[in-house]
């Protein structure tokens, strides 16, 4: 049986289950491994359930890695992070993904 939720209510869903997982983060001596995984986890359950737009959980990955990790290690200051979302071979899938969908 699939419940179907209205936009609204999974967006509280989203958000009360992000700021769980934040504070989940925070509260715990985790490790950056341990940590990584629970963003990642976080990012691909809204990516599943699409209980956001698309969007979101791509904007939480580039938000919450420096937010979280940094103090642990500097591979993961903001501009690390953002040069991720630059490599050259990125655009190439994208651009292909456009013409795609503009067939």
Known sequence: ????????????FAIVFALVAVVAINL?????????AI???????????QWVPVWVPTLLLWVATPALLWHLDSRFA????????????????????ALAAAA
């Open 28 to 36: 715990s001596p985790l490790g950056i491994a341990s940590r990584a």
């Open 1 to 12: 049986m699939i419940i179907n939720f209205a936009p609204r209510t999974r967006r509280l």
């Open 39 to 49: 963003i990642a986890t976080v990012c691909l359950v809204l990516w599943l359930t």
């Open 78 to 97: 903001p501009t690390a992070v953002l040069e991720w979302s630059v490599d050259p071979v990125l655009a190439l899938f994208l651009g292909g993904f």
